[in-house]
């Protein structure tokens, strides 16, 4: 019979606050990299996509701290997404699942102090925890990216042509994104009060 590991809520609360704290260098580390990797960087300073990245690891933080549950569906949205507009970006979907892995490596890296505090089990659990929800991240850019190609290849006839207004339809999806997460944020808050 197998043993249950689960991260305590302590736990899960405090690499959310390790992740939100770190948000800004993690942001510049992650979209660095990108540019650096690429020889055409399409994008990577873009604001749109800055912004894009810091709500992925804002989201990534609710969902591995308390609000897991209910950001849960916000998270794999917001992936499915982000491999959307990876495929605008011109990647290959094992570019999209690069940059995923990419921000794995960083939050081993940001949280390692964190994970190291924490006793064994807990620890082991909240690494688990993380790497579930990076992993399902990681399954929904690459269908966001796949439908995106397939809707390319179905109305351009396989001719990649950016349409027009697109930088527009980007920046209208992330507000909507960001107002979400403001709301479920808000939505804990007024519940935590309510009932302390």
Same mark, same amino acid.
């Given at each position: 019979?197998?043993? %249950?590991?689960?991260?305590?809520? #302590?736990?899960?609360?405090?690499?959310?606050? $390790?992740?939100?704290?770190?948000?800004? /260098?993690?942001?510049?580390?992650?979209?660095?990299?990108? #540019?650096?990797?690429?020889?055409?960087?399409?994008?990577?300073?873009?604001? %749109?996509? *800055?912004?894009?990245?810091?709500?992925?690891?804002?989201?990534? $933080?609710?969902?591995?701290?308390? &609000?897991?549950?209910?950001?849960?569906? &916000?998270?794999? %949205?917001?992936?499915?997404?982000?491999?959307?507009?990876?495929?605008?970006?011109?990647?290959? #979907?094992? =570019?999209?699942?690069? =940059?995923?892995?990419?921000?794995?490596?960083? *939050?081993?890296?940001?949280?390692?102090?964190?994970?190291?505090? &924490?006793?064994?089990?807990? /620890? *082991?659990?909240?690494?688990?925890?993380?790497? +579930?929800?990076?992993?399902?991240?990681?399954?929904?850019?690459?269908?966001?990216?796949? @439908? %995106?190609?397939? =809707? #390319?290849?179905?109305?351009? +006839?396989?001719?990649?042509?950016? $349409?027009?207004?697109?930088? @527009?339809?980007? $920046?209208?999806?992330l507000t909507q994104f960001e107002q979400e997460l403001a709301d479920l944020r808000a939505r804990a808050k007024r519940t935590r009060t309510e009932s302390g």
């Amino acid at each position: 019979m197998g043993v %249950s590991m689960r991260p305590s809520s #302590t736990a899960l609360a405090a690499a959310g606050r $390790a992740i939100l704290h770190g948000r800004e /260098s993690l942001v510049e580390d992650w979209a660095g990299w990108m #540019t650096r990797r690429l020889s055409s960087p399409q994008g990577t300073g873009h604001p %749109s996509l *800055l912004r894009q990245l810091t709500l992925l690891i804002d989201l990534l $933080a609710e969902v591995t701290g308390p &609000l897991r549950r209910q950001a849960t569906d &916000l998270w794999l %949205s917001a992936s499915e997404w982000y491999g959307r507009t990876a495929a605008e970006r011109g990647l290959a #979907t094992g =570019e999209v699942v690069e =940059e995923f892995q990419h921000l794995r490596e960083l *939050l081993i890296v940001h949280l390692s102090e964190l994970i190291a505090a &924490l006793p064994a089990r807990q /620890s *082991l659990a909240t690494v688990l925890r993380l790497n +579930r929800a990076l992993d399902q991240g990681i399954a929904h850019a690459v269908v966001g990216y796949t @439908d %995106s190609l397939f =809707e #390319t290849l179905l109305n351009q +006839r396989g001719v990649p042509v950016r $349409a027009p207004g697109i930088d @527009d339809d980007l $920046a209208k999806r992330l507000t909507q994104f960001e107002q979400e997460l403001a709301d479920l944020r808000a939505r804990a808050k007024r519940t935590r009060t309510e009932s302390g």
